[in-house]
């Protein structure tokens, strides 16, 4: 099975696997640095400094979320022409992403300001944290569901267009399948299943592992895959 020899197209497959693992360290950096001292606020730290973490917070959250969109432009665009509705669809699904990413954070802002004005010691403070539940969170997961969905997508595409092995590519679409099940389960009020996330965090290691060692399918391995498979 070979890969395209194209110089573009290698840069391409690198490129999104190099966006694929940064994606994946941002996110990291972004849970666990920027909005703990955020959403466990205890009066610690002053209002200036939650302020700069609130700000590097957000701009980190919208690189995540265009990273997304990113994706599908480094696409071979003389591979996936033909399947314009899914490409379509991927970049819908990463700019609705993108502006629920942003009204997430416009409402961390809010709980900011609020912290501004009360004591952390004051009753206040279980209301504001309610408030930031529930409307930090509702645009938390929807913009989770959307980034999903254009993560199929993409995953839709890169098999449709036939640009990686099949068995990763089901195995990465699979996972995302999974990740909205289990951000679906926020909507009806129900804990969300950790499990049900962990393909995901898999596949996001494995995909771009296999662009950087393989990089992009000729159509004649593309071919050669369909052969093999279905002999």
Known sequence: MSSINYPNHKVAAKTIAGLMLLQMALGLLLNFYFLTPILTYDGSASIEEITVIL??????ALLISAINLVFGLLLPKSRIKEYEGT???????????????????????????????????????SVMKKMLAVG??????????MSSCSLAAFYILLIRAELIAKW??????????????????????????????????????LVPIYLLAAGFLTSLGARTDNLQSNS
């Open 55 to 60: 700000g590097c917070a957000t701009l980190v």
């Open 87 to 125: 490409f379509i669809s991927l970049i819908v699904f990463a700019a609705v992403g993108i502006v629920l990413c942003a009204y997430e954070y416009a409402k961390l802002a809010e709980y900011v300001s609020f912290l501004s004005s009360f004591s952390v010691h004051e009753s206040n403070t």
């Open 136 to 145: 930090r969170n509702e645009a938390h997961f929807f913009s989770i569901f």
């Open 168 to 205: 990763i590519a089901y195995l990465a679409l699979a996972s995302c399948v999974l990740q909205l099940i289990a951000v679906g389960h926020t909507f009806f009020q129900a804990p969300t299943p950790s499990l049900a996330q962990l393909p995901l965090a898999l596949s996001q290691l």
